[in-house]
């Protein structure tokens, strides 16, 4: 009953956000633009020269991280390679993908894509240990560590640290002499999670929590891997 709330729920706020980015033709409202029209006018304002209306069709979290007058500045000293965008984002590879993130408190989150007029969950939603992005990592790395998976655990170490460890090591220094450490560690980075930012530089990635910790990722492989953690060093 509660998976069944919890997806009803989801469904529910998808439909809202859907219904807030494409429009509602109602009464004398004019419905809004879909992806594909809003795509093609904001790359139609960058071309002709109208920053103010390409700027007004950024997000509100685009809008914070660049103001009006640097986004203008950006405009005018690179002319060149803001036509080359405004060109590329008039031919897309493929037709436009209306997705929602639904975020738990804990900091898992669950995609859903819109197809055929219904939303849909994303497979990445069964994916219980993925790697793919530093944060699906670290709540994999999480979930593995309170289900006592040492198996998967082993996944994270970096290949520069598997030489001489194995799952029964990890699961004798983890249940051993650095219980206590590993709960606290663990716990800190779980509770700084749902509000975590991820700097990413090339195939790194770093993720501060607690008082001034820091969580060190390595991608290898197309994985993203825990590369400095008490056990893993």
Not at 36 to 57: C, I, N, S
Request: one cysteine or more; glycine letters at 8%.
């Amino acid at each position: 009953m509660a998976a069944a709330r919890f997806f009803e729920s989801v469904t529910r706020r998808a439909s809202t956000l859907l219904f807030c980015v494409l429009g509602c033709a109602c009464g004398s409202t004019p419905p809004a633009k879909g992806p594909r029209e809003t795509l093609v006018d904001y790359a139609g304002a960058l071309e002709q020269g109208r920053v103010e209306q390409a700027y007004a069709l950024l997000s509100d979290e685009a809008k914070k991280s660049i103001p009006l007058e640097a986004f203008r500045r950006m405009v005018k000293e690179n002319p060149e390679e803001v036509k080359d965008i405004a060109h590329s984002l008039t031919r897309p590879a493929g037709p436009p993908l209306v997705t929602a993130t639904v975020t738990a408190p804990n900091g898992d989150s669950l995609l859903l894509v819109y197809e055929d007029g219904e939303w849909k969950v994303d497979g990445s939603a069964i994916d219980l240990y993925g790697q793919a992005t530093p944060k699906a990592a670290v709540l994999a790395f999480i979930r593995a560590f309170h289900n006592k998976r040492y198996d998967v655990l082993m996944r994270f170490v970096p290949e520069a640290k598997t030489e001489g460890l194995d799952a029964a090591r990890l699961k004798k220094a983890w249940e051993g002499e650095m219980r206590d450490e590993m709960e606290r560690e663990v716990q800190a980075i779980e509770a700084a999670l749902p509000t975590a930012r991820f700097e990413l530089l090339g195939e790194r990635a770093t993720m501060g929590y607690g008082a001034g910790g820091t969580l060190a990722l390595v991608r290898e492989r197309g994985a993203w891997k825990i590369e400095d953690i008490e056990g893993f060093r």
